[in-house]
Structure formats: C-alpha cells, structure tokens
C-alpha cells in the first residue's frame, strides 16, 4: 500500500520541479494571503487520476476541490503543494502531502519535498521512515531546541495571539525557524532535527499525513486544548517530542 502511494507521489513531484512562470499562473482564493496555481491543480489531478487506479474504492479530499470532511470511507486527504506561496516565488521548500484514512483513523501517510528529494513515510503501527531510513523525535527539551511556527497568514485575527506566543517560545527556546510549510515543518519534528511545531488554523489537508509519520516517530500530535486533532475542520496544533511538549504546553 505504501510503496504505491509513495511511488505516484514521487512522480507528481515532476511537476513541481518543471513549474516555469509560476506567478503569471497564480489565482486568489477567499482569504488573505490564500493562492491557488495552475500546478497546484495539475498536481492533484495527477494524484487523483493516479491513486484511484490503485485505490477504486477510495474517496478524495483535497486543498483544491469541493470536500466532504464528514465521510466514513475509505479517502485521501491531499494537499498537492503545501507551500503555495514559497513555490510561487521559487523559494524551494514545498511538499506534497498524501494521507489515506478510515473515518477520522490515518493509515498511511507520506509527505515529498522534491526539491530535496525527502520523502517521509508511515503506515500504521509500522514506524515512520525517511528516504526508507526509520526515524524518531529527538530527546531534547524544548529548552535545548528549536521552536518552528506558522503564522496562520490567512486568518489575520490569529496575529497578535500567534506572536505573543512565538515570543514565549523565542524566550524558552534555542531558537525559532519557520519554513512556510506546515507538512515539512511537522516532518522535521519527525526525524529529530527541530523539537515543537505549533500553529493555528490549519486545515486537515495541510497535516494528516503529517500526524501519522510524526506519531509513528514516537512525536506527540494534539490540539491547543490538548484533545486528538481532528480531520474534519480546522485545528489550532502543536506537534512535539514528548519531553518538549511538556515544556510547550506552559507556555500557551
């Protein structure tokens, strides 16, 4: 199951490389600072086309269509370019994310950043891989690690509370970093390079795949509230090792 999935995802991964003229094929979409391009369309026709031929049973959620979050079925949750703005202007930390699921339950997962050829990979209750290397959260206090953050730029009303926050973090911190996506982000929580990943808003599509190969690594994936994510709307999220969680949640 995985190797098909990882497989289609790799070769969508194409065309994100060979984008050219990304800005002249950009389309706002409701929201502030929210675009859509004609690759990220191109990427998610690919995958949907691609994984029903493996998968005939399987419904499709994704960034770029109409969503039926309610369903029970077999699906996929999809974000074809996690990191819209960063590949609009060639910043080259784009992912694409492809989670499949039963009801609110993730079975497999895999997140591509095919600028650096990093796949990250789960299945359910078998670890969580990268480039088919096993991988696990560090050990590090959140005292002794970096912090990474989104800024929930389409959601204005989340500012102040997200930067007050982030200074607390900077302050109990080594350090912060944002990359600009949210699924790269939770991946480096994943293989122990940074310790606490913390935004609000964010849509399923941007962190089902996420969660699945962050838990699978030992990580810990909660809301704000610390209740299980949900992957019917949005979620206000930290994704931890656990030793940094514990230090994290002092600080909200």
Not at 80 to 94: E, L
Not at 173 to 200: H, L, N, P, Q, T
Not at 206 to 213: F, K, R, S
Request: proline share 4%; charged share 25%.
């Amino acid at each position: 199951m995985l190797d098909k999935i990882t497989g289609t995802v790799k070769e969508a991964g194409g065309i994100i490389l060979s984008a050219h003229n990304r800005e002249s094929a950009v389309t706002a979409k409701e929201g502030k600072k929210n675009f859509v391009t004609k690759f990220d369309v191109a990427v998610q026709d690919f995958l949907f086309k691609e994984l029903a031929k493996a998968f005939p049973e399987a419904e499709f959620v994704g960034e770029e269509s109409e969503n039926d979050f309610g369903s029970k079925a077999l699906r996929f949750i999809i974000d074809p370019i996690d990191g819209t703005t960063n590949f609009m202007q060639d910043y080259r930390c784009s992912c694409i994310s492809v989670a499949l699921c039963e009801g609110n339950d993730i079975i497999a997962g895999v997140v591509y950043n095919p600028y650096t050829d990093e796949i990250f990979s789960a299945e359910k209750g078998k670890g969580a891989y990268l480039n088919g290397v096993k991988i696990k959260v560090s050990s590090r206090p959140l005292s002794d690690g970096l912090a990474l953050f989104g800024t929930s730029p389409y959601h204005p009303e989340n500012t102040d509370e997200t930067f007050a926050l982030l200074r607390r973090v900077f302050d109990f911190s080594r350090d912060i970093r944002r990359s600009g996506s949210a699924a790269y982000d939770i991946c480096m929580i994943a293989c122990g390079r940074c310790e606490v990943f913390f935004e609000k808003a964010l849509q399923p599509w941007d962190i089902a795949a996420g969660t699945l190969i962050l838990k699978e690594a030992g990580g810990v994936a909660l809301n704000y509230e610390g209740n299980e994510i949900s992957f019917s709307c949005p979620n206000d999220v930290v994704f931890a090792n656990p030793e940094a969680y514990k230090e994290f949640i002092t600080l909200l």
